[in-house]
C-alpha cells in the first residue's frame, strides 16, 4: 500500500467541483447533465506517433485508495465519477510533478509495466493521468497508481500479491489515448453566465493532453485565450456579456496539434439545462 501521506492528497480539489464529468459513450447518449457530444471522425491521429520507436524509461510506482478501484473520487483534473467508469475504467494514475505538470497533463495516456517482482506479468498496462500526486518526488517521474492499475501488471491470480509489494520500480512510456467508439465532451460549469463561461474539457482520443483552449463568441474573428481554472477545467471571464454562438480550439501540450468545435455552443445557451448539440471538430 502507498505511504499514507500519499493517499490523503489525492483528490481534494474534486470537493469543489459544481458539475458532473460525465463519459460520453458509443450510441451518442448523453447523460442529464450541461454537455456537448462531438462526432470523432476527423480525429485521425497516427497510432504510431509516441510508441513505435519511443524507449522505456524507469519510474517509481505506489499505489493509493482500495485495490480494486479507481483511487480517489475523480481527484486533481476534475472527471469525477467519471474515472471508475468507461473509457477510464479505474485504469488511472495520479501523477508526480512532472506528470501532472500543473494540470497540462490530465488526460495524458501512458503504458506502464514491471519485472523487478515475481507477481509482475511483464506485460505493458495503459493508463490516463487523472490526479495528482505532488508528494510524489522519490524519482524523476512517479505514478502513483490506482489499485486497479497496480493490479493489472501482475500474473494473472497475482494482483493481490503484487500490491502488497506496495512500491515498484517500472518502465513506462508514452502513448496516444485510444478509446474505441468514445466522444470528445465538454461538460459546461454551471456557474457559467453570460459574462463568465467555464467548462471541463475531456479531451480523450489522440494526444489526450492540452497546452491550451482558447474561446471566440459570435461572428468575431478574435480567439481569446481562457484560462486554466484547475486540472481539466477551463475558464474565461469576458466582463461583458458572451454573444453566442461559441467555438472552442483545444491546442495539444506536446504536439501543438489544434482541434476547432466551431459555434459548438448555441445562441442562447444556459448552464442549467442539457445541451446536446452534435458537431464535427475541424483540425486547423
Not at 142 to 150: I, N, P, Q, V
Not at 166 to 189: M, S, W
Request: hydrophobic letters at 35%; a negative charge; proline letters at 5%.
Amino acid at each position: 500500500m502507498a505511504p499514507t501521506h500519499l493517499i490523503q492528497q489525492k483528490g481534494s480539489s474534486s470537493s469543489s467541483l459544481l458539475f458532473v464529468a460525465v463519459i460520453i459513450v458509443a450510441l451518442l447518449l448523453c447523460l442529464p447533465d450541461t454537455c456537448l457530444c462531438f462526432n470523432p471522425k476527423l480525429l485521425n491521429y497516427s497510432a504510431s506517433k509516441y510508441s513505435s520507436a519511443a524507449d522505456w524509461s524507469p519510474a517509481g510506482a505506489t499505489w493509493y485508495g482500495s485495490p480494486n478501484g479507481a483511487g480517489s473520487n475523480g481527484g486533481a483534473c476534475g472527471y469525477g465519477d467519471g474515472v471508475a467508469q468507461t473509457p477510464f475504467s479505474s485504469l488511472v494514475s495520479a501523477g508526480g510533478p512532472s506528470l501532472f505538470s500543473s494540470g497540462e497533463g490530465c488526460g495524458a495516456c501512458y503504458q506502464v509495466k514491471c519485472s523487478q517482482n515475481e507477481a509482475c506479468s511483464g506485460n505493458p498496462v495503459t493508463v490516463v493521468i487523472t490526479d495528482e500526486c505532488p508528494g510524489c518526488v522519490s524519482e524523476a517521474t512517479h505514478f502513483d497508481l490506482s489499485g486497479t492499475s497496480f493490479g493489472a501488471m501482475a500474473i494473472s491470480g497475482q494482483a493481490d500479491k503484487l500490491r502488497n509489494a506496495g512500491v515498484l520500480q517500472i518502465q513506462y512510456r508514452r502513448v496516444e489515448c485510444n478509446y474505441p467508439g468514445t466522444k470528445l465532451a465538454f461538460h459546461v460549469d454551471p456557474g457559467s453566465n453570460d459574462n463568465y463561461f467555464s467548462t471541463l474539457v475531456e479531451y480523450e482520443d489522440g494526444d489526450g493532453d492540452l497546452r491550451g483552449v482558447e474561446l471566440k463568441a459570435g461572428s468575431g474573428s478574435e480567439w481569446q485565450k481562457m484560462d486554466e481554472s484547475w486540472g481539466a477545467v477551463w475558464k474565461f471571464n469576458s466582463g461583458s456579456k458572451l454573444q453566442g454562438p461559441l467555438s472552442l480550439r483545444l491546442t495539444a501540450k506536446d504536439s501543438g496539434k489544434t482541434l476547432v468545435a466551431s459555434n459548438v455552443i448555441p445562441a442562447g445557451w444556459t448552464p442549467d439545462r442539457l445541451i446536446d448539440q452534435l458537431s464535427t471538430l475541424i483540425p486547423s
